[in-house]
């Protein structure tokens, strides 16, 4: 028990200092694109390849937030978000999370935390997630996010998505 006690406080000492160390800025494509699809590829079941990066990063809505580590080389986290016009039915900056990934060796750290909370600045927040994907729907949840809707078959290997959204005013803004 005693041991138990001692891991979970280096755990959270070990991310307190993480956290402390943690930058974030906007991406460099040029600098930062290796490694971002180098984690790009670690972390999904359908990674998107050049081409599909390429076309994200030309159009102007389009952002992509990168996580570094103070004294470390290269990248360990990114976030691509869209910001979006505002619909007829609702007035107000919004966010579309299209893509959020941590390197592996820096999981469960906070660091996909602390990105997601540079956007959650704006007004509403909206992403989808894979139906099975329960470990990134628990932060999201943690962080305010609900689930708005099922989408059947979002993805190409027939998974359903889960709509989850996050806003200013709570879950009732939109309906
Ligand atoms: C989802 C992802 C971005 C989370 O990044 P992260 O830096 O590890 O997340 P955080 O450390 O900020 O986690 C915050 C909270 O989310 C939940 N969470 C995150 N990963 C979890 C896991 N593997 N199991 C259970 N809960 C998890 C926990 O509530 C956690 O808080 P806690 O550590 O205090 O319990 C990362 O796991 C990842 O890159 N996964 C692969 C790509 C992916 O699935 N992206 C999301 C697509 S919708």
């Keep these: ?8 406080e280096d755990q959270q000492q070990q991310r307190q200092q993480l956290q402390q160390e943690v930058k974030l800025r906007q991406v460099d494509w040029d600098r930062d694109f290796p490694q971002l699809l180098a ?6 079941r359908s990674p998107w390849d050049s081409r599909k990066f390429a076309v994200y990063s030309s159009l102007p809505k389009n952002r992509a937030l990168v996580a570094e580590l103070t004294g470390q080389e290269g990248i360990v986290g990114y976030m691509l ?6 619909s007829s039915n ?3 900056s919004s966010t579309h999370i ?54 059947t078959a979002h993805y190409s290997d027939g998974e359903d998505a889960v709509l989850m959204r996050w ?5 009732y803004a939109m309906q």
């Design 1 to 8: 028990m005693e041991n138990a006690d001692k891991q979970e």
């Design 39 to 44: 984690i790009e590829r670690q972390s999904f």
């Design 81 to 86: 978000y869209e910001l979006q016009a505002t």
């Design 90 to 92: 609702y007035l107000g």
């Design 98 to 151: 299209a893509h959020i990934a941590v390197d592996p060796r820096h999981r469960r750290l906070g660091i996909g935390r602390l990105m997601i909370g540079a956007v959650t600045r704006s007004d509403a927040v909206t992403l989808y997630a894979r139906r099975s994907n329960t470990d990134a729907q628990r932060l999201y949840v943690s962080l305010g996010f609900y689930i708005h809707n099922i989408v």
């Design 167 to 171: 806003g200013q005013e709570g879950p």
